[in-house]
């Protein structure tokens, strides 16, 4: 046996070992790069899917939230009390604010500011988006309301008006205008309000209150009489207080401005030789009843406002007159006049007398012409 014939089997194992693990190797690093081909392919395809859906969400995001190009249109929208949120991204959705009206509302609720959301004016661009227009709802325009309030208002007409026009609670209106210490602070000097509420236009935004506007009606009626009382030789005499109680009861005696300082002459005369006044209108503001007929037993209740049985002024004004009965009142016209009555012809107009005698004759005539005139109307 020579060392080649015995090295040769050993030799052919070694090589075939060789072989068979440079096979193995090859084998292992071809799944190697195989397995790494497949994670290549399969993080690309999940980068290619994120960001696929990283654009769909951003460009869904600006659809639903910012603004969809430049507009210069806007829109005014009012947002009543208890509107609910749901409501108001819907309101935003049809008038064109927001693209989704269902995204605003659940940004609203899940960001905190639909309870936020306030009353009144709002102001948006068109197009503007969500994110902008949810930030306007947390602040409104102030929206100011107009209110008229006639002459001869009482405090409870005037309270009510307000109530109507501005939703005011009339109850707290006339509990302020009775309140002492509340009066006071306004600068009247008087027991209560009645008379001092000026009447005129005001304007007023929403969420005033009624003291706040009971201090803006007194502040007017104290410029008002500044302005009359100035030069008036009627108020050496009288006071404020006793000038505008009178003032009221021409306001509501005199439907002829032209006939004011006529009647505020009688009730002068009357006043000096100590006569009483006899105005209905003071019965009827005891009553609360200002239409209608009064009744024997009306008549003579036993009140200090009943100006047919007791002399001299009520205690205090029965409506709020406006300035020409204020000003009627303080600079009254002479007149040697006593009496009045009403012609109930639809004018408005009075019959006016000096002595009783005459003026029950017109009381008379009066009578007559307008029983004529019923029963002429009555045979048409």
Known sequence: MTLRSLFLPIYRLLFTGVIFLLACAGYCLYSILWVVRVIKKFIIACLVFLLFAVGIGIAAY????MPLGESEETVQITIERGTSAR???????????????????????????????QSGLFTFIKGEGALSASKKLTKPQT?????????????????????????IDSAEFVRLCGDAEFIKSTGIEANSLEGYLFPDTYR???????????????????????????DSAIMKKYNCHQII??????????????????????????????????????VR??????????YVS??????????????????????????????????????KAMFF????????????????????????????????????KGTQ
Not at 306 to 325: E, W
């Open 298 to 335: 009306e008549l003579n209740t036993d009140s200090p406002y009943n100006t047919r049985r007791f002399k001299g002024l009520p205690p205090g004004p029965i409506c709020s007159p406006g300035l020409g009965a204020i000003s009627a009142s303080a600079k009254p016209d002479t007149t």
């Open 143 to 167: 929206i100011d309301k107009s209110v008229f309030i006639k002459e001869g208002f009482t405090v409870e007409q005037t309270a009510g008006r307000f109530a109507a026009e501005m939703g």
């Open 87 to 117: 409501a108001v991204a819907d309101s935003l959705e049809t008038h064109g604010v927001v693209t989704s009206g269902q995204a605003l509302f659940y940004y609203l609720r899940y960001s905190g500011i639909s309870s936020k959301i």
């Open 204 to 230: 007023f935004s929403e969420s005033c209150d009624a003291a706040l506007i009971i201090r803006r009606m007194t502040a007017r009626f104290k410029e008002v009489w500044a302005a009359v009382a100035g």
């Open 245 to 282: 109680t009178l003032a009221s009861i021409v306001e509501k005696e005199a439907t002829l401005a032209s006939e004011r300082g006529k009647i505020a002459g009688v009730f002068h005369n009357r006043l000096r030789l100590g006569w009483p006044l006899g105005a209905d209108p003071t």
């Open 341 to 376: 009555v009403a012609r109930w012809d639809g004018s408005g107009a009075h019959d006016f007398s000096v002595t009783n005698a005459e003026h029950d004759r017109k009381k008379l005539e009066i009578r007559r012409e307008n029983e004529l005139r019923l029963k002429k």
């Open 62 to 65: 600006y659809y639903a939230f």
């Open 285 to 294: 503001y005891i009553f609360r009843k200002f239409d209608g007929p009064l």
